[in-house]
Nanobody, 127 residues
Framework: VQLQASGGGLVQPGGSLRLSCAASGFTADYYSFGWFRQAPGKQREGISCISFTEDSEFYVDSVKGRFTISRDNAKNTVYLQMDGLKPEDTAVYYC?????????????????????WGQGTQVTVSS
């Protein structure tokens, strides 16, 4: 089971990036996925997730309305479209997966809940 995150980079405030999380070694259809980020000096936090059933989406307040999570099961890939980026979005972004379970617990995307992790991709928002 492998997850490969990509798509990070340097972008100006207000700009956009699309992160990808390519899954291999398993069929993404049966997995829920989460996106997490870790800013310098801060703990890793869950920011968005998409469930394996009904493709229900969840966002924390800090990214709601700016970020969009989606999945393409045919490509075994999950995306995070990030628009209206702010300097405070600067972080290393990670994707993670959990089989046949809801993507969130109440109003959280908890780190310890997810079983499989990809390496991070750096997102820097700066002018």
């Amino acid at each position: 089971v492998q997850l490969q995150a990509s798509g990070g980079g340097l972008v100006q405030p207000g700009g956009s990036l699309r992160l990808s999380c390519a899954a291999s070694g398993f069929t993404a259809d049966y997995y829920s996925f989460g996106w997490f980020r870790q800013a310098p000096g801060k703990q890793r936090e869950g920011i968005s997730c998409i469930s394996f059933t009904e493709d229900s989406e969840f966002y924390v307040d800090s990214v709601k309305g700016r970020f969009t999570i989606s999945r393409d099961n045919a490509k075994n890939t999950v995306y995070l479209q990030m628009d209206g980026l702010k300097p405070e979005d600067t972080a290393v972004y990670y994707c993670a997966a959990i089989p046949q379970s809801p993507c969130r617990v109440y109003d959280e995307v908890p780190l310890r809940y997810y079983q499989y992790w990809g390496q991070g991709t750096q997102v820097t928002v700066s002018s």
